[in-house]
């Protein structure tokens, strides 16, 4: 009764495990489109310096978040079909997990941490020598929308950055329950090939 508890703790480790995989992928491709979509906006200055148009690109920190977004998706939808269809149990998964559980967390969290240092002085310097706020309230021209999608980015980086971390330790402490060191729900031979020895009565 208790190797059967420990095995239905482990199943529902890791199909949690899979969940926050799933939604943490889905959070990192959802910043990396929005950020990217934020392409655009002509920014107009109240004391009359020329119009400026900048895009996320203008920012190396937000062009950084686009890219570490979609590559840890990318590194995530790897994590989930090793979990899932080779159930953790395969030499390859066993090496690439781990290696898959500390980037993603790794590149979400830096590319928020960027995110959030670029989106706090979001400004460039104009022909006259002023810093000009591409979100100050004189700004128009749509400046308002872009600052809204940049900062919305970054917030769901941070967040796909914490459910993946979440997922990972829920996936350890299901691993270390099952004994697999893989924390998926492995079909692994072994302990069918040592069952009968202890439960088998051999007849003489």
């Not at 706020?133 to 700004?139: F, H, V």
């Not at 970054?154 to 270390?176: I, T």
Request: glycine share 12%; hydrophobic share 45%.
């Amino acid at each position: 009764m208790h190797e059967e508890e420990k095995k239905k703790e482990s199943k529902t480790a890791t199909a949690i495990s899979i969940a926050g995989r799933i939604a943490g992928m889905g959070l990192a491709v959802a910043a990396a489109v929005l950020m990217s979509t934020a392409s655009q906006c002509t920014v107009y200055a109240a004391y009359g310096a020329r119009p400026r148009t900048v895009t996320y690109s203008s920012f190396p920190p937000f062009v950084y978040l686009v890219g570490a977004a979609a590559i840890a998706a990318f590194l995530e939808a790897i994590a989930i079909f090793l979990c899932v269809w080779k159930k953790g149990g395969d030499k390859k998964a066993k090496i690439l997990m781990p290696l898959l559980a500390a980037a993603v967390p790794a590149l979400l969290f830096s590319a928020a941490g960027a995110g959030f240092a670029a989106a706090n002085d979001m400004s460039y310097c104009s022909a006259y020598g002023r810093r000009v706020s591409i979100c100050a309230g004189s700004a128009a021209g749509g400046s308002s929308n872009f600052c809204s999608q940049v900062h919305i980015a970054v917030y769901l980086a941070l967040a796909a950055a914490v459910v993946v971390s979440v997922a990972e330790v829920v996936r350890a402490l299901g691993g270390s329950g099952s004994g697999d060191g893989g924390g998926c729900d492995s079909d692994s031979s072994s302990s069918s090939e040592g069952g009968c020895d202890h439960g088998c009565h051999h007849k003489h």
